[in-house]
């Protein structure tokens, strides 16, 4: 293929030299001489290891060669990517600013051409970017409709210097955000001799992928430090408990807990960060990472809450009540903290879980529910449509329970906090916590 990279910081260049290095004919843009000067003498612009040589291969070829014109490379190219920063401001916030610029220079440039073009960014910005500015911005200057008449794309990278040269060479993830299948087909094209099979999305939900995977990055640096600070100050090797942690790929480096959803609860996850926080403060250790869980935990219940009140409803039923739904344990339950919220602010609740069962309970958890929620204990019922034709609205917690009635539910206002049916999105009458 015939691309323009408009950008030639570390990902325009690595981009620029890794795609001329594959064959296509790469065309890099910079207003700066200071970097468009050395590609042309085919040295790499920024220090990177490996970078020299893939450059001077991809110029000595043929291949790569770089310009202030955008013009002119946008007319001998199929596709542009826009790889220019995205810094950021004083106070926070990203600065799309050179984006912006390019994106409008870009446009300006489309009303002249007459062949379909595509625009694909690659520069890290916050969901919502493309359709708020970019988009607009390229029609306005263009004259023309992003998806009919020129091709749009976000297409994250996850290129890590001082490693971009193995990260794009040996990729974990590839993820497409596109709008049209012309340029959807063109980042295959560019992505064809990788194994890893990319993730088609939509274009909101690559830019919010871009920023998971960092925010997801950065929460582990900083949870392996908050350990390693604890673990020191008991006198012991955190790198040798990480090293287990990290072993463990069925439930702690895998996708086990990593799914949207309802707060924590049960007999071991509270307490446990509870005592392990008490412990640290005690040894004059801060720990805001395990702090900030149970905070964060707190405020899901919160999150909740507030949605069966913005249904305006004042009969509420509840599907499951025990702190997960394959289970009968109530202890810390985060609907049962859910349930005496309702119950306190003067909702007419009803209640009904599969696993918990006045008449069956025994144990622990029947001494649970008599001596600290008795309250509750009576708002319990046997009939799951007896609850069901009681609520305006339904919540959502059991998602066995939830299939027995599937059809009631559909009259229903419906607050889910286990996504019961994976094809649903919040809409309507439907309210999924986190979808």
């Known amino acids: 293929m015939d691309i323009a990279v408009f950008g030639v910081g570390y990902v325009g260049a690595v981009s620029a030299a890794c795609l001329a290095n594959d064959g296509h004919n790469v065309v890099a843009v910079d207003p700066n001489p200071e970097k468009v000067e050395p590609l042309s003498r085919g040295e790499a612009p920024v220090l990177e290891p490996g970078l020299n040589e893939i450059v001077s291969q991809a110029v000595t070829r043929g291949r790569l060669r770089s ?9 001998e190219t199929d596709l542009s990517l826009v790889c220019v920063g995205t810094p950021s401001r004083r106070n926070g916030s990203l600065d799309t600013s050179n984006v912006a610029a390019v994106s409008r220079s870009l446009g300006e440039i489309l009303r002249e051409k007459n062949d379909f073009h595509s625009v694909v960014v690659r520069s890290t910005i ?21 998806g009919e008449d020129f091709g749009i794309g976000y297409f994250p990278e996850f290129l890590r210097e001082g490693t971009a040269l193995k990260d794009y060479n040996e ?11 012309r340029t959807i087909e063109a980042l295959y094209n560019i992505n064809s001799r990788f194994a890893v099979k990319p993730f088609v999305v939509d274009i909101a939900t690559a830019e919010a992928i871009k920023y998971t995977n960092n925010a997801w990055h950065a929460l582990k640096i900083s949870f392996a430090n908050e350990v390693g600070n604890i673990c020191q100050s008991c006198g012991i090797d955190g790198h040798a408990v990480m090293d287990v942690l990290c072993s463990d790929r069925r439930l702690n480096i895998s996708t086990a807990y990593l799914r949207p959803g309802f707060a924590f609860g049960g007999s071991c996850l509270p307490k446990d960060l509870r005592a392990f926080s008490y412990a640290a403060k005690m040894r004059d250790v801060p720990t805001p990472i395990l702090n900030a869980t149970l905070e964060a935990n707190s405020l899901q219940v919160d999150r909740a809450f ?3 009140v ?3 409803a004042r009969r509420v039923g509840l599907l499951g009540l025990s702190f997960k739904p394959d289970t009968d344990d109530l202890r810390e339950s985060p609907m049962v903290d859910l349930a005496e ?4 602010k003067g909702f007419e609740l009803r209640i009904y879980d599969p696993n918990v069962q006045m ?7 029947s001494s649970y529910i008599r001596s600290r929620i008795p309250h509750l204990s009576t708002l319990l019922s046997q009939d799951i449509m007896e609850v ?17 009635v599937r059809g009631a539910l559909e009259s229903k206002s419906v607050v889910d906090l286990v996504r019961f049916d994976a094809a649903k999105r919040s809409s309507g009458q439907y309210h999924g916590i986190c979808w």
Not at 67 to 74: E, I, L, N, P, Q
């Open 388 to 404: 069901v034709d009681h609520a305006e609205t339904v919540v959502v917690y059991n998602p066995f329970a939830a299939a027995e």
């Open 310 to 312: 913005a249904t305006g």
């Open 67 to 75: 310009t202030a014109d955008g013009r002119s490379a946008v007319h």
């Open 306 to 308: 507030e949605m069966i």
């Open 359 to 365: 008449g069956k309970l025994t144990g622990a958890n």
């Open 171 to 181: 990729p974990g993830t590839i993820v497409f955000g596109g709008a049209d299948n």
């Open 126 to 146: 916050l969901p919502g970017t493309m359709d708020g500015m970019v988009i607009p911005t390229l029609e306005q200057a263009s004259g023309k409709s992003a």
């Open 341 to 344: 919220r309702l119950v306190g």
